[in-house]
């Protein structure tokens, strides 16, 4: 089974979709929407983590930095990223040591099966509740295969599905995911073009061309006539 | 709710708690002149003089009449249980928290005439005397307290019988058994005469009671200018002297019997976990129908004469307690829980329109007192369960939800008939019983915690350097989780021995000293087999004792087998020395002692497991031993306040929690320790097996946001069926955030009213000492993503 980058899972989540469900946060997104609840989401892979709040300044995690980010600095909440952010590599080493959990990944990569079995635990909530699983982000089809493995392992257990997206993805994966989900959650960010450029949207992939926000609107009307239910807001 | 509501009401709130000598006065004149009669007949002549000489009140506008003290919030008390010396009267007068005025009148009865008469007489005085070193210690060190020490048993909650007879019936009942011993082939023929002829006289003296109301009430009509309170005054004369002599025939006459016999119960002895009507909605409806049917009362009399009637709960503060009793129980809450809806005795639905009267009365007194609970089974409709969560999202803490189904279950597995378990249900806190036929006596909290540090320290308590345990091995000598297992085992077992050589005593003590024969006479089968409530009477008796920091326990587990036995990260030398120090330069040590632990609440099995073990040792050591009464005891998991006060007794905890700092509360994972979300502390909370227990008490706290909207209720009530689908017992919820709670300390004047969930009840904010306060912020609050 395919593995990929999750965020975070969210129990108990009542604001994405009907009854009690679990939200799977997916790594990694196209857009870096100045609103977005969860910046450190945009980003692919594993990133570090700082709360500093919880920090008791012990210095353990700037005597394992193998890329000098981090410097011991006295008293408590100052071990912090100080100079040279950009050499970050995300290794890791840092939020293995810190016992107060002030450095922590945000990401952590997982199989499939993993993540299957993670949503499995709450399979009575959903069932009492008419739940199930979102897939958001991020954006989830930034992993479309791993997207498509955790749809299935769902399907398979009779668990409800939904995917929260932006719908900045290639029409055919769309189509495909669209045959495994119950649900889209279809995030049109701004109905005009103009305000969508202009508000939206600095590419945090730069690879990738600008989102034409009409084949947006397109690629959701094509997706509502194919019957799967969907919820644009 | 109308003026006389409001105003009753706001009177109850105002008024400040006092000590009234009155009982303990008159109790005093009785026995220095009492005659040479058995115990039982002593206890009921005891009550007969209080009933036919305490000062009878009939408040302006009142409905519902009868207090315990000569007017509201007037507390009597009861020297013949426990002798409060003039210290005690000074610490209860100026204490910061739960404080009676105290008069120098008082202060001078008690000098010249209570404490000379009870001091080494009172039941307090007998049981310490009676309890042998080794109880002493433990009790001492916090590792259990004990219920009966300062106040009566009693845990019971009325059936329907007063609903069906009138003491008339009763007496008629006695007369019968009376009439039909053998005194030639039974050997304590003599002793049930005594206790019937006890029973006698307290039925009569609870009618004598009621008619002296019935007097003043016809007297006050004919002084009384206003004709519509003067009609008032004549129906409370006629209700009063038909009930409780007579089954009711109104809804007004069932609330007024019922009254009268509270205050009977209440004024006998000082019984904990106060006494209550259980199923008031199904006891109500056949009164309420019939009412409506004729014409003769309409449902806006019905909710004023509810209301009224909470207000009298509410005149009550549970009597003063002092010393260890009041650390574990730190509240004017004294415990009525009114149960709502559930099943009816065929196993239908129970819910009916009463059910829906009484929840807005709940919603619209938000009284401490009385508590309130629904009881939900899957066969309840949704309408009754987010009916209930409406006032939950308000944020008070009332009502608690309770697993009707369930309760069915565990009180099945306990041996009743399934008739008597549908009957029942939760009252207390969280604690099930058959109502109108069960003695369920709670005797004291256990300190889980402390044994398991006594167990790291082969036997000795850290905190003195003194022997309290015995030696299970040196713990640095232990070479895996196991063995550390079986050595808790040991210790613990060697506990509950001593608390149950104990309580064995203290039962006997009960039912030969102390005998309840009003009591006896409200509870099935006592009548029928001549046997006093406190001795055994009862159809079914159980006797419990309440484990504490079962989450705090099972944190420390899976702490030391992660970190000690599995990670090889510290050594079992390292670990204790560190809390010998309460972390003291080692503050490293403590948070990865506190984040990289398995914890119990974050549906994780590793840590969940290890509940599972500590569950089953705790009720291998309990359940099941016999107590003297012909029952069992059982075990519940349930704290009122005594988790601080276990906390603020017991040291440095491999949880990484400081010395002092309070424990886990009820089956609720530690403070702050659930990370992940509202349905793992439910999974976590549901791998206990429930059905093996009398109650356990799972607290819940959200922001107020995440319950907002019709779809914020529609989820919590989804919540609760999912647990209850998993066989939990219960739930409760706070509604309210850290930010309000930190304000609130700040400024106390500004937050007055603020009401939070404690633990199996309710209570001011303002009224919790510092260590609760700060207890009930650190729990781990759900947000709304």
């Known amino acids: ?233 | 709710m109308n003026q006389r509501v409001a105003k009753l009401r706001q009177q109850s709130l105002d008024t400040v708690p006092r000590i009234t000598t009155e009982r303990a006065e008159l109790i005093t004149d009785f026995y220095r002149s009492a005659g040479a009669h058995s115990v039982p007949v002593l206890r009921a002549m005891a009550f007969q003089h209080l009933m036919e000489k305490k000062a009878i009140y009939i408040g302006p506008g009142e409905l519902i009449v009868g207090e315990r003290g000569p007017e509201p919030k007037a507390s009597p008390t009861y020297p013949e249980l426990c002798c409060h010396s003039l210290q005690d009267l000074d610490i209860l007068d100026s204490r910061e928290k739960i404080s009676f005025a105290v008069d120098h009148e008082a202060k001078r009865v008690y000098r010249e005439q209570i404490i000379p008469f009870w001091q080494g007489r009172s039941m307090r005085d007998i049981i310490f005397s009676q309890m042998d070193d080794r109880w002493q210690a433990a009790y001492q060190a916090g590792v259990f307290t004990e219920f009966m020490e300062q106040r009566a048993p009693g845990h019971t909650v009325l059936g329907d019988k007063i609903y069906r007879l009138g003491m008339l019936d009763f007496i008629a009942d006695i007369d019968a058994a009376l009439a039909g011993l053998n005194y030639l082939d039974d050997p304590i023929a003599y002793d049930k005469r005594e206790e019937l002829r006890a029973m006698r006289i307290c039925a009569r003296a609870i009618i004598t009671f009621a008619e002296r109301h019935a007097d003043l009430a016809r007297a006050m009509a004919q002084a009384e200018p206003d004709p519509e309170r003067k009609g008032e005054l004549e129906r409370i004369s006629a209700v009063c002297l038909r009930v409780p002599a007579h089954a009711p025939s109104t809804f007004w006459e069932a609330l007024q019997y019922y009254w009268f016999v509270h205050l009977g119960v209440i004024t006998e002895l000082n019984t904990w976990d106060a006494f209550n009507p259980g199923r008031l909605d199904q006891h109500l409806y056949p009164f309420y129908r019939r009412g409506i049917e004729v014409g003769s009362l309409t449902r806006e009399q019905a909710r004023e004469l509810l209301q009224c009637f909470w207000i009298k709960f509410n005149n009550q503060p549970a009597p003063p307690k002092v010393g260890v009793t009041a650390e574990e129980s730190g509240t004017y809450t004294d415990f009525a829980n009114i149960n709502s809806g559930g099943l009816r005795p065929d196993g239908a639905d129970g819910v009916n329109e009463v059910t829906y009267l009484v929840l807005d009365v709940i919603d619209e007194m938000r009284l401490l007192q009385p508590s309130s609970n629904i009881q939900l089974s899957k066969k309840n409709p949704d309408r009754f369960l987010k009916r209930a969560l409406r006032i939950v999202r308000q944020g008070w803490g009332q009502p608690s939800i309770f697993n009707a189904d369930i309760i069915v279950q565990e009180l099945v597995r306990q041996g009743k008939t399934v008739a008597d378990a549908r009957c029942g249900g939760a009252s207390g806190c969280v604690e099930v019983g058959a109502f109108g036929k069960e003695s369920y006596i709670l005797t004291g909290y256990l300190n889980l915690v402390k044994i398991l540090e006594i167990t790291l320290h082969n036997g000795i308590d850290p905190c003195t350097g003194e022997r309290l345990g015995i030696e299970t091995g040196d713990p640095r000598s232990f070479s895996s989780f196991e063995d550390l297992l079986v050595a808790f085992k040991k210790q613990l077992q060697y506990f509950v021995d001593i608390k149950v050589q104990g309580n064995n005593i203290i039962e006997r003590l009960y039912a030969t000293r102390m005998p309840a024969p009003f009591l006896s006479l409200l509870i099935d089968d006592c009548i029928a087999r001549g046997i006093d409530y406190n001795a055994g009477g009862a159809r079914y008796d159980s006797t419990y004792i309440q484990g504490v920091g079962l989450g705090s326990l099972t944190d420390c587990m899976s702490a030391i087998r992660h970190h000690v036995f599995d990670q090889s990260n510290l050594t079992m030398e390292q670990l204790l020395a560190v809390l010998g120090q309460d972390f003291s330069g080692s503050e490293k040590v403590r948070q990865l002692l506190l984040n990289k632990t398995h914890r119990y609440g974050n549906d994780d099995d590793y840590a969940d497991g290890i509940m599972q073990q500590l569950f089953d040792a705790y009720y291998d050591a309990v359940n099941g031993r016999p107590n003297t009464r012909g029952g069992v005891y059982r075990i519940n998991l349930l704290p009122t306040t005594c988790h601080v006060y276990f906390g603020a007794v017991t040291g440095a905890t491999p949880d990484g929690r400081k010395a002092g700092q309070p424990l886990s509360e009820g089956i609720s994972p530690v403070q702050g320790a659930d990370r992940r979300s509202p349905t793992a502390v439910i999974s976590s909370a549901a791998k206990m097996d429930h059905l093996r227990t009398g109650g356990t008490l799972l607290n819940q706290k959200f922001t107020p946001q995440v319950l907002e909207g019709e779809d914020g209720i529609d989820k919590l009530a989804h919540l609760v069926r999912s647990y209850f689908k998993l066989d939990g017992h219960h739930i409760q919820f706070n509604v309210v955030s850290a930010a309000t709670l930190r304000a609130a300390q700040a400024e106390p004047e500004k937050y007055r009213d603020l009401i939070v969930r404690v633990a199996g009840y309710s209570d001011y904010f303002c009224d919790l000492g510092r260590a609760l306060q700060d207890e009930i912020i650190g729990r781990t609050e759900h947000r709304t993503f």
């Open chain 1, 1 to 233: 089974m395919s593995g990929g980058t999750v965020f975070d899972i969210m129990k108990y989540s009542v604001h994405d979709g009907p009854g009690i469900r679990t939200t799977v946060f997916l790594k990694g997104c196209p857009l870096s929407c100045h609103w977005c609840h969860n910046p450190e989401s945009q980003l692919p892979g594993p990133r570090v983590m700082f709360y500093p709040e919880r920090c008791i300044g012990c210095g353990v995690c700037a005597g394992v930095c193998p890329n000098g980010v981090l410097l011991p600095l006295a008293g408590a909440g100052e071990n912090h990223p100080a100079a040279g952010l950009d050499k970050c590599t995300g290794c890791g080493r840092c939020a293995a040591v810190c016992h107060a959990g002030a450095r922590e990944m945000a990401g952590r990569e997982m199989t499939a099966a993993e993540v299957v079995r993670e949503i499995e635990r709450d399979v009575v909530f959903y069932d009492q509740s008419g739940g199930g699983v979102t897939f958001s982000g991020g954006e989830p089809l930034m992993q479309p295969d791993f997207l498509m493995a955790l749809l299935a392992g769902c399907r398979d257990r009779e668990i409800h599905t939904a995917v929260d997206t932006c719908g900045f993805a290639p029409r055919d994966q769309l189509l495909e995911i669209s045959k495994l989900t119950d649900l889209f959650l279809y995030d049109l960010k701004m109905m005009n073009d103009r305000r969508h450029r202009q508000l939206g949207q600095t590419y945090t992939l730069p690879d990738l061309r600008p989102p034409d926000n009409e084949k947006i609107k397109t690629i959701a009307d094509r997706l509502y006539s194919t019957g799967v239910r969907l919820l644009t807001y």
